[in-house]
Every structure is written in C-alpha cells, then in structure tokens.
C-alpha cells in the first residue's frame, strides 16, 4: 500500500526512527532514512535533520530536501554523506520511495565478511540474490560515487556497504523497515553462528532450497503493512511523540 500523503509519510518515517532507536540501531547523530515526498515536480524527499538523536525525532522536525542537495523546508541542515547515500538510490529507482541505512554492530561485522550475507536461515533465504554489495570509497562525501552506488544497487532490495553498514530500499516506510529489520537479524545470525562455529560445524541452506524460500518469502511481502500497523500500536502505546 503506497502512501502519498504527506502528513502520513512523515508519521511513518519519525516513527521509523523511534522503533530503530528502540533497537538500538542508531549511531549517536548518524545514519539516515529517508522518504520521497508526492508531487509531479523535480524529485524531493524528507530526511532527519541532522543533530537530533533517533529517539527525539518527531514528524515535524524532518526537513525537505531536493536532488541537488538543497533544504528546501526545515530550518536545520542534514549530514552530507547521508545525503551522497540517500539521494542516489532516490535518483535510480522509481519504487525507492524509501530508503534506510544503518550502522549496527550485526551489519558491519557482516559487510566486512569477504563471503557476504550466507544462507544459514530461513530468513537470511529471504535475501537470496536480492542483495547488493557495494565497494567501500571512505566517508561518502564524494558525489559522484553515487553513480556506483546506484550500480551496486542494482534491482535488489537491500545493499550491504562494504567496511561501512547495511541500506534497504522500499514502496514504502514500512516495506523499508521490514526489509533492514530482517537483514540485520539475518546479520546477527551470522555473527552468532559464526561465535559457535569454533566448537560445532555450521552448514547452509543448500543453493537450490535457498532460492525456493526466497520465492516463498515474495508471496507473503504484502503482509508488511500489517506488520507496520502493528509497530505503530506498539510505539503509541510507548510513546506517542513521535506524531507530533
């Protein structure tokens, strides 16, 4: 269910940030997710101003900033390299409508893995050749690695930022936050096998069976929206700041 109301988009992304902080997948000032805003005009999307922590952000406080970088509502400014990251995937794919990138402790161990994401569960399955990877360049400052990114992007749902952190794209917020929650906890699986494998073999689902469970996982993907609906609950039962 795509949303083009913008008073919802901004709802949904703030909350995206209050659930992420939840999980502690923020990085102090750092990381960004990121929604494109409705309208026939040039491309515009929303981002967290930069020097708000996750759990403080709320959907008033996101500013409107276009293509070329520029703030185009917002008194605040944003965080350049999320800027280079984000306007990229903004600028290559039509469905990108949202896009989120992390820094967790799970997802930068697996991005420094020579051999990527394995196929050890079910739900690592799921990511099965939907998955990109992207070589790492230093701090994204540098505009013109987004013509890169955006190769290494590719179709897939997600890209893994070699040395650097995960990206998932989606229709909508909650496709985006669906996607980077099951990547990082595929993630964490392989960081968990990986401790174990010292004292026990640890085996992977087999090529074929890998890629009949990534078919089977793109039959349930509108079942996201009710999955978001229900984090919704669970924030305003927590904190309901968020939609201010």
Not at 61 to 83: K, Q
Not at 99 to 117: E, F, I, K, R, Y
Not at 186 to 212: D, F, G, N, W
Request: glycine fraction near 6%; charged fraction near 20%.
């Amino acid at each position: 269910m795509i949303t083009t109301d913008e008073a919802t988009l901004r709802r949904d992304l703030a909350a995206s940030y209050r659930l992420a902080a939840m999980m502690g997948w923020e990085d102090t000032l750092y990381t960004h997710f990121s929604v494109r805003l409705p309208g026939d005009g040039a491309p515009r999307f929303l981002i967290n101003p930069f020097g708000l922590m996750f759990d403080e952000i709320r959907a008033s406080d996101l500013i409107v900033v276009d293509m070329h970088g520029r703030v185009l509502e917002g008194s605040a400014d944003y965080n350049l390299a999320g800027f280079t990251i984000h306007s990229a995937v903004h600028m290559a794919r039509d469905d990108a409508h949202c896009v989120m990138h992390t820094h967790t402790l799970a997802g930068m161990a697996m991005a420094a893995c020579d051999n990527g994401l394995l196929p050890l569960n079910q739900i690592s399955a799921e990511f099965h050749q939907r998955l990109g990877y992207h070589d790492y360049e230093g701090v994204a400052f540098n505009l013109d690695e987004r013509a890169r990114i955006q190769q290494s992007l590719g179709d897939n749902m997600a890209l893994v930022l070699h040395h650097h952190g995960l990206l998932s794209v989606g229709e909508t917020v909650a496709d985006a936050f669906q996607i980077m929650y099951y990547l990082n906890k595929a993630c964490e699986i392989q960081l968990a096998a990986a401790q174990m494998a010292s004292l026990t073999p640890v085996s992977t689902i087999p090529e074929t069976l890998a890629s009949y469970v990534c078919e089977q996982f793109k039959k349930v993907e509108h079942e996201r929206h009710l999955v978001w609906q229900a984090w919704l609950r669970k924030l305003d039962r927590i904190d309901p700041s968020y939609r201010e």
